[in-house]
């Protein structure tokens, strides 16, 4: 096992002053990168607003931001469509945003307005829109992993071609229901990709803390899984591992498991960098990590081959903060559900 930790030089990888250099961009399609580039910051920019109006107030819920991670939800959804399943954690803000879900109705749900994605009633870590194929968020650790699972067993028994994607982080592979979907997909073969976003500790402690590896990734050598370690601040690694493990799934009906190794720039939950639910992070890995934008990555090798210019840049972080904006203020209008109907969504 010490050997497969070499083997994919998991060290440098969360190591915050490796892998900072731009994207090379001959690896993927240009047009498509471009477009990466609008997503990924879109996302933020999302993200931020929300970290924005939790600081002022706006926000009475918790809001558990992933910025910085932007690259994978984004590489991951350029390969899935909407007749696919995909199921997020307590932090998937930027998964159901990567699948183009409607913005106003997602601001409308973390207000918890009538008009949100639930009507008001779940807020950011209840998340669900079925048109875009994503099929819910939960703040309960891994509890989303083995209902993807059974989305995955149910496209294999009707034949219909889609698949599952699981999202989870670290946190998630201490929780027995991880182990045992991973033991049972590969029993039953069913066409689910597993999606780790590794951002090396949970809410309260470091994964060296808590583990006596940092891959999650070994626990799909030990089930047999076809899996993939990546630098997730990369949107090419992302794309292409993504393209060949999602194809792969499809062909085969087999599962599959990514491990995007990245970090979040906020604490555990909320606006705030400095603080952390029980870890004093580090300022210089922090910093570090900031230089593995995945963005600013981004931007920087599409430059060097005059794909892309910091003019266009303003242009297109405006055109987004625009209607950013005006999604929110339309939100912000919406009525509050009426309190008669706090039962009505509730199974008996």
Request: net charge neutral.
């Amino acid at each position: 096992m010490r050997d497969f930790h070499r083997q994919f030089d998991l060290e440098k990888l969360k190591n915050s002053e490796f892998f900072n250099s731009p994207v090379d961009v001959n690896r993927c399609d240009a047009n498509c990168l471009l477009s990466d580039l609008k997503d990924m910051t879109y996302i933020r920019k999302v993200e931020n607003k929300l970290a924005l109006e939790k600081k002022k107030g706006n926000i009475k819920g918790p809001v558990h931001l992933g910025v910085g991670q932007e690259a994978i939800p984004v590489g991951i959804a350029k390969n899935i469509s909407n007749k696919d399943y995909v199921f997020g954690a307590h932090r998937s803000h930027s998964h159901i945003l990567s699948l183009a879900t409607d913005l106003r109705k997602f601001f409308s749900e973390i207000l918890g307005r009538s008009e949100g994605l639930s009507k008001g009633m779940g807020g950011s870590m209840h998340l669900i829109d079925k048109k875009c194929g994503f099929y819910g968020s939960v703040p309960i650790v891994a509890g989303t992993i083995p209902i993807a699972l059974g989305a995955a067993l149910a496209a294999k028994i009707q034949e219909n071609k889609s698949i599952a994607v699981s999202y989870f982080g670290d946190g998630a592979s201490e929780e027995g229901v991880f182990h045992e979907s991973l033991n049972l997909s590969n029993i039953l073969n069913c066409p689910i990709l597993f999606v780790c976003e590794n951002n090396l500790f949970s809410s309260h402690m470091f994964i060296s803390e808590r583990q006596p590896l940092s891959s999650i990734a070994r626990f799909a050598l030990a089930n047999d899984i076809n899996f993939k370690i990546i630098d997730g601040n990369n949107i090419c690694e992302v794309n292409n591992a993504a393209n060949e493990l999602i194809n792969w799934i499809r062909k085969s009906s087999k599962p599959a498991f990514i491990e995007a190794v990245t970090y979040r720039w906020y604490g555990h939950v909320d606006w705030r960098e400095d603080i952390d639910v029980g870890v004093n992070r580090s300022e210089k890995d922090l910093k570090n990590w900031k230089k593995r934008d995945p963005i600013q990555r981004l931007i920087n090798g599409l430059k060097s081959k005059d794909l892309f210019d910091e003019e266009r840049y303003i242009e297109l972080s405006n055109n987004l903060d625009s209607e950013i904006s005006i999604a929110w203020d339309t939100a912000v209008q919406d009525p509050y559900p009426n309190a008669k109907e706090s039962n009505n969504f509730v199974f008996k």
